[in-house]
């Protein structure tokens, strides 16, 4: 039988540099049926809680329908290359923020769609692999309790739509 030597030590690793670069194929998050019905989107509000409606009753989070004028973090994944780029497989960092452009949102349905720049849009910080768009609704924002949201990264659209809750108050 023969052996395999394993050489440990100071040698370099060939991927320890490596970047990986893939194209964009963004997803929207939604939460698991059993969970919540309706495909809503997993969508923080500004206070922490998940925005559904307030008959989803999500157990292990606090949750209401989100507002207009509020900041929400919407997660995804398959946003492809950030900036600055990172290993694939490691953590993303708080410093620098890795992040990704040519992000735009669209929240409502015709003829009330609102098409919305993020704030912030890029990876999760302490986090692999999940990305998250900030986004701030707008006063005009469509209201109601299964609103579709849908993201674009740079001219591709989301594979999927997500619902979100929406509430003048």
Do not use: H
Not at 75 to 101: H, K, R, W
Not at 112 to 137: D, M, W
């Amino acid at each position: 039988m023969g052996s395999i030597k394993q050489t440990f030590g100071t040698s370099l690793i060939p991927w320890q540099n490596c970047r990986e670069e893939t194209s964009a194929a963004p997803r929207i998050l939604v939460w698991p049926s059993n969970v919540a019905q309706g495909s809503y989107g997993i969508v923080v509000n500004s206070d922490g809680s998940v925005s559904l409606p307030t008959t989803a009753g999500v157990q292990a989070f606090q949750s209401r329908p989100s507002r207009p004028l509020e900041t929400i973090t919407i997660y995804c994944i398959g946003f492809g290359q950030t900036n600055p780029g990172v290993i694939s497989g490691a953590l993303a960092t708080a410093v620098p923020l890795e992040q990704v452009s040519g992000i735009s949102v669209s929240v409502g349905s015709l003829p009330a769609v609102s098409t919305i720049t993020p704030v912030f849009a890029g990876l999760t910080p302490t986090a692999v692999g999940l990305y998250q768009v900030n986004v701030t609704l707008p006063n005009n924002v469509q209201i109601g309790g299964s609103v579709p949201i849908s993201l674009n990264a740079n001219n591709v659209t989301a594979s999927n739509i997500a619902n979100i809750a929406i509430s003048a108050q």
